[in-house]
């Protein structure tokens, strides 16, 4: 394995990133990035001597933190992206786990917003780290920042930096909608109860956010009263002056520095591609320079915005509001237009009927849908493949749902025309628009999978699922292959300053993969700035990496038996306090059906995916120490398990992608089409970025030390295991039979012991 070497950063080309690395491990172009560096101080728009003197010792953060220690690895990090923003240029930084880079590229941000007066935007992936830089890192660097007296004597976050916090506007109450579910008459007990408590919340509540409900609301309630972009009646909106989403948009436009997450950065980025522009307020206001925090998931979270799906129960919900009837009682959207309506009874009749020609072609599609899933659970429609018989079976459904929702939308639309002109600002026909548009997207969906043969950018397939019943449902779903000359279009070559920061960018120390993937690798005519940040913690000292060489490939007839029986006994040596990580829930239910009578009779703890939601499984996790965590895909990251919490994690098996995953199959066929390796280009780089994620859980502290096992044969019997070593930093190692792996990790954890 690679020890760590010292950062390099240069201004690459196209032609060059591919190369960068290379010459970083190598020190070929002079080691250190700061003899790099050509651009005058007196030309900086910030001062990278001031700035870097605040996390040096005895500096403005350094002093306010415990036990605090400078860092080369983070000062290095925080020039890259001060010269990032003083050139007006893109900048990739891996920054591995200790390094500190959310001060890095605080401290810059907030200098530079305080001195250009522009505004900069930082996204990350994840509600925790949204919160952290809000309520902790912000305001400790703005408290540094006066004591510097870079604000002056009032010091406040207030005045001269603001920021704010921002989330997608379903995660803020509506108080016209609230009130019309007040009116609603057929919630049931428990709805009507937690919607009076949301009522006396409203009034005290500071911004409307259902993080500040001391409850957690049902999903369906909160669906009904939460703020939607196509239900804002806007400035006709009684509750203007009231407006939660209105203020919160107040407050970001008097904001320098705005925290989001990837969804949100995306719809705004989206939009303003589509035609809205970038010097107008949109989902945000206005910004030139963008921090991207874990930019290793940028790929995975535009994918996700721009995908869009159905299935029968969504499509069901949506015909349940616009009409329902209960006993003689009609009620619904529906409803309450035709009430407007000088033809009532009629109009909502032939209304009505034109709603049932929607439920009845939906059942009419989900029959054959299930049945092509088959035993695998999943079928996609390749555009390189001919299917006559699923076009004979499936495609007439398709066609006729999307007959029968154009023809139901234009009937609803043509009685909105005949509504009075008072009456057309009623909440009601506001709620009936937005259905109507959710179904224009489900017409859309509709009419792409017959085309799937002129669709070669698309991924088009059908899933089974299971309701809590057990009962099967199919999901059909439309995605984009690839996205990276979306975001190079409007995320990279859009914006003046984009830094892209996390602790897993390279394979190998190189950032070929993921600028590839991207957008970034398709950018010219710009200065980008790479470097690797390598970890201050002990990895030599106080990881161990064992890898069984008696270990069976996962292909082998005997690799279920052999994690079966490995985990429980890596588990019961460690006395629990271990993360075991699947790429499968079936594996995982396997080996810990076998594991768990072993571990129950030494009084530790199993935890399984699936028993309880994330959150409340990773707290009971967190506070049992000698508990041991079965989990799959969602925990591989995000685990912060610091200290005795956490002294083991397994890896049962290398994170190749599945090749039944339906997104993932239609790149690897796409790159077979261009005459590419599928395997070298996407798998096993894809696979080698997760791994490190997956190590990475390990250590969160200086102080922590543990053992990581591999059960997978493959990393040290296959070639391209080398690949998967050699981007981990330098470890203590033990590759030998399970039986010496076993006594190893008992004589690095009690050393006294043994």
């Not at 609603?184 to 408590?197: C, K, N, S, V």
């Not at 049902?218 to 009646?233: F, K, N, P, T, V």
């Amino acid at each position: 394995m690679n020890s760590a070497q010292p950062a390099l950063v240069l201004p690459v080309s196209q032609e060059r990133l591919a190369h960068l690395d290379r010459a970083s491990a190598s020190g070929a172009e002079g080691g250190r990035f700061e003899s790099c560096i050509s651009h005058k101080l007196a030309m900086a728009k910030i001062n990278p001597v001031r700035i870097l003197s605040a996390l040096r010792e005895g500096g403005s953060i350094a002093s306010r933190l415990d036990s605090y220690e400078s860092r080369q690895a983070q000062l290095d990090l925080m020039e890259l992206i001060i010269r990032a923003f003083n050139d007006d240029a893109l900048a990739a930084a891996e920054a591995g786990t200790g390094v500190g880079k959310s001060f890095a590229y605080l401290l810059p941000a907030l200098h530079f917003a305080l001195e250009t007066d522009e505004r900069i935007v930082i996204s990350t992936a994840t509600i925790t780290l949204q919160q952290q830089l809000f309520e902790k890192d912000i305001p400790l660097v703005v408290s540094s920042l006066s004591k510097d007296g870079s604000l002056g004597k009032d010091g406040s976050i207030g005045k001269k930096v603001k920021a704010v916090l921002v989330k997608g506007r379903g995660n803020y109450l509506c108080r016209r909608r609230m009130e019309d579910a007040v009116r609603e008459p057929d919630l049931d007990a428990e709805e009507r109860d937690e919607l009076e408590r949301i009522v006396q919340w409203a009034e005290i509540c500071k911004t409307g956010g259902r993080s500040e409900l001391s409850f957690t609301p049902s999903e369906g309630l909160w669906s009904r009263i939460c703020s939607e972009a196509d239900l804002c009646m806007g400035k006709s909106c009684p509750w203007k002056e009231r407006c939660f989403v209105l203020a919160l948009r107040r407050e970001a436009a008097a904001a320098r520095i705005i925290v989001v997450n990837h969804h949100l950065l995306f719809a705004d980025l989206a939009a303003r591609r589509e035609g809205a522009g970038y010097d107008n307020a949109v989902v945000l206001p206005p910004y030139n320079r963008v921090i991207i925090d874990e930019a290793h998931t940028i790929e995975t979270a535009a994918t996700s915005f721009f995908s869009g799906e159905f299935s029968k129960a969504g499509v069901f919900r949506q015909l349940g509001r616009l009409y329902r009837k209960r006993r003689a009682s009609r009620r619904g959207l529906l409803v309450r237009l035709c009430s407007l309506l000088p033809s009532g009874e009629s109009s909502l009749d032939s209304a009505v009927a034109a709603l049932e020609a929607i439920r009845t072609a939906m059942e009419e599609l989900e029959a054959p849908a299930l049945e092509l899933c088959g035993m695998e659970g999943m079928f996609r429609l390749s555009p390189y493949r001919s299917n006559d018989a699923l076009e004979a079976a499936l495609f007439p459904c398709f066609r006729e749902l999307r007959r029968c929702i154009l023809a139901f939308c234009e009937m609803v639309r043509g009685l909105m025309t005949e509504l009075p002109e008072q009456e057309q600002d009623d909440a009601s026909i506001w709620e009936l628009n937005s259905a109507l548009r959710r179904f224009d997207s489900i017409a859309a969906i509709c009419a792409a999978f017959p085309e799937y043969r002129e669709r070669p950018n698309e991924v088009l397939w059908i899933e089974r699922r299971r309701a809590a019943n057990g009962d099967p449902w199919a999901a059909f779903s439309q995605t984009p292959v690839e996205l990276a000359q979306t975001l190079k279009e409007s995320l990279f070559a859009s914006h003046k300053t984009v830094v892209c920061v996390s602790a897993t960018l390279t394979v190998n120390n190189d950032f070929n993969y993921w600028a590839s993937r991207s957008g970034l690798g398709l950018v010219q005519d710009r200065p980008v700035y790479t470097g690797c940040f390598p970890s201050p913690f002990p990895y030599s000292s106080a990881v161990l990496l064992a890898a069984p060489a008696d270990a069976p490939l996962p292909d082998d007839s005997g690799y279920q038996e052999f994690v079966n029986q490995s985990v429980g006994s890596l588990a019961a040596a460690a006395g629990g306090s271990a993360l075991i990580l699947f790429t499968s829930y079936q594996s995982l239910r396997g080996a810990w059906l076998a594991a768990l009578p072993v571990l129950q009779s030494l009084g530790i703890r199993c935890l399984k995916q699936g028993d309880d939601d994330r959150s409340r499984l990773l707290k009971t996790f967190l506070e049992d120490q000698s508990s041991v965590l079965f989990a799959t895909d969602s925990f591989w990251e995000g685990v912060d398990a610091p200290g005795d919490t956490l002294r083991l994690v397994i890896l049962c098996r290398l994170p190749f992608r599945s090749p039944s995953d339906p997104v993932f199959e239609a790149r690897r066929e796409m790159l077979e089409q261009r005459g590419g390796n599928p395997f070298m280009e996407l798998s096993l780089p894809e696979a080698v970025m997760k791994f490190k994620q997956g190590f990475g859980r390990l250590m969160r502290r200086s102080s922590d030390r543990g053992v990581v096992a591999v059960l997978d044969g493959r990393l040290i019997k296959k070639r391209y295991g080398a690949l998967f070593l050699q981007s981990l930093p330098e470890t203590m190692t033990s590759f030998t039979e399970f039986s010496g792996v076993l006594r190893d990790m008992e004589s690095f954890l009690y050393p006294g012991a043994v």
